[in-house]
């Protein structure tokens, strides 16, 4: 029997960036298990592995800079803009509003995806989409709590405020 091994178009070539990635991967790892908790470091440009190549993935960045919490708060903004970018599709009112809210999440969804394989967690430009998502969802929220009040019978009319009571006694008027 015979095999046919298929390769990669540009496998081998100076140009593939494949296996500098798996082995900044791996070095970070090394890392990560020496510094679970506080990472490397924080700097204000990428930090890079000890092979020279910076970590390319939104999800391992964090951990290997930052520490364990560092990638957990990560993770935990991901998941919330996702999850308020699939509650905006759910709850669009209008076609139109399906329409811009499932392309705002579908362009969060390309940036989160493209960014496990490039340096992008600083790239203030793949941001704006989970931006979009967030001022959509709040446009949905404060559009529902407005028919929420339209709604409802008016409050009664608040009492007036007293005066706040004396901490001293009076003393009498001497004559």
Known sequence: ASY????WPGAGSENATFWTRVDSYEAAWVDIRAHPLYGVGLSPGDTPTFTGSQV???LMKP???????A???MTIVYLLIGVAGWQTVVRARSPEDHL???AALCSYIAYFTWGLSQPALFKRFGWM????VLALWAQQL??????ERAQLPAPPP?????????????QPVQP
């Not at 951990?63 to 919490?69: P, Q, S, T, V, Y």
Request: charged share 15%; glycine share 10%.
């Open 129 to 132: 989409s989970g931006a979009l």
């Open 142 to 147: 404060r559009a529902v709590r407005m028919l």
């Open 100 to 102: 811009l809210s499932l």
């Open 56 to 58: 390319h993935n939104n």
């Open 158 to 170: 608040a009492p007036a405020p007293r005066a706040l009571p004396r901490l001293r006694p009076r």
């Open 4 to 7: 046919v091994i298929w390769v």
């Open 63 to 69: 951990l290997f800079e930052g520490g364990a919490f």
């Open 71 to 73: 990638a957990l708060g």
